[in-house]
Nanobody, 116 residues
Framework: QVQLVESGGGLVQPGGSLRLSCVVS????????MGWYRQGPGKERELVAG????????NYADSVKGRFTISRDNAKNTVYLQMNSLKSEDTAVYYC?????????WGQGTQVTVSS
């Protein structure tokens, strides 16, 4: 059974930074592209960033380009999202899941709140 465990969220002021982590178990992690998704208040879930299985290619939503960086450590079955220059509109629950293949069952996510 696939498990996705996100962590690292919290309350941060505008302009601040956070680093999210997602530990994945139950799959051969290095075989899968992975993505970070978010769902803001009253909004649909959207893709924020994706990274290929080997980590050589990444993709970002226009709204986060230049501010967010996705990375992965296949030895640790972990995908990261470094978020800088955070804005109030980044407030959302952030989830990790597969990217480029069928989604697994969603984890509980981690709440990111950007507010002064």
């Amino acid at each position: 059974q696939v498990q996705l465990v996100e962590s690292g969220g919290g309350l941060v002021q505008p302009g601040g930074s956070l680093r999210l982590s997602c530990v994945v178990s139950g799959i051969i992690f290095r075989f899968y592209g992975m993505g970070w998704y978010r769902q803001g208040p009253g909004k649909e879930r959207e893709l924020v960033a994706g990274i290929t299985s080997g980590g050589s290619k990444t993709n970002y939503a226009d709204s986060v380009k230049g501010r967010f960086t996705i990375s992965r450590d296949n030895a640790k079955n972990t995908v990261y999202l470094q978020m800088n220059s955070l804005k109030s509109e980044d407030t959302a629950v952030y989830y990790c899941n597969s990217w480029g293949s069928s989604r697994f069952s969603w984890g509980q996510g981690t709440q990111v709140t950007v507010s002064s």
